[in-house]
């Protein structure tokens, strides 16, 4: 990146409007709806499926996760070094964690 | 980079104190800092999921989780962050009577949040689920206590702002504190936006 581009790359950010964050919240209520009604599995017979449910919930959970981190944490504005940070402590996390959970059969039993 | 370039990115920065990132440092330990929180609730949420099946013969948390009222729980700290970012956007367009409404309501849903969080505990023991009674009972304690420690420091952090926002200490010029508040108040919500789905809606095999 030449220096020019680095002295402007965060004058053209568009924050969002406060509406914005709303319509935002109002995603992540929907998300957390659905997430929910998968806990009746007498109603939502397809959620009997472990792996449509697995499938469902984590897809939700990883959607939501993101929503917050890009758009109310200002990731998506925010220079870039900030979301590398933080993603690096996620991704030593959860390979950390993994390899620890690998080590004791987990998920295999 | 040429001083003319470097005097124009601190001009337009706002930031009297420039570093060689262009963020703050105060907003970067932060970052940093929440980095490192990854791991803390990596380790309690996988010594969960390893202890989770373990009751000695005893009542599991599974069996008695009431995901009716978490999730309603769930609900309350996902939109605190939503009152969260309406505060800080507020601060920083100078409008403080709003900001100030805004952290208020942020923190007493935190307040609810936590109040959740004790009725919760006090039933469960009620069930026979006490610390003690099993592992699976000490890594669930121990895994949404801590959580709960965290929402309960940002309740303090959020008053803490609001009183300074009162005297008059608060003002647009530091927005920023709000905005490293807020990181903190949101990275609490994305762990138990986590917590919520792995702990509490997937049931065992």
Redesign the interface.
Known sequence: MS??T??TE??DVHHPS?WD??K??GI??VL?TI??L??FESVFTFFET?WI??TT??V??IV??WL??RM???LKQ??P??SQ??A???A???T??IV??LA?N?FS? | MSTATATADAHHDHDPHATNTGISNNKLAMWLFLSTECLLFGALISTYLLYKTRGNGGVLPTDIFDIPFTSVSSFVLLMSSLTMVLALSAVARGEMDRGKAWLLVTAMLGGVFIGGQVYEFTSFYREGLGYTSNPAASAFYTLTGFHGVHVSLGILMLMSLWVSAQQGKLTQKNSETVEIVGLYWHFVDIVWIFIFTVIYLIPPA
């Open positions: 220096e020019a680095a002295g965060t004058h406060d964050y709303v935002i919240a992540l209520g957390t997430e929910v998968t806990y472990r449910l697995l919930l984590f939700l959970m939501k996760f917050v981190a109310f944490m200002h925010d220079k070094i900030l940070s933080f690096a402590g996620l030593l996390a959860t950390v964690y620890a959970l004791f987990f039993a």
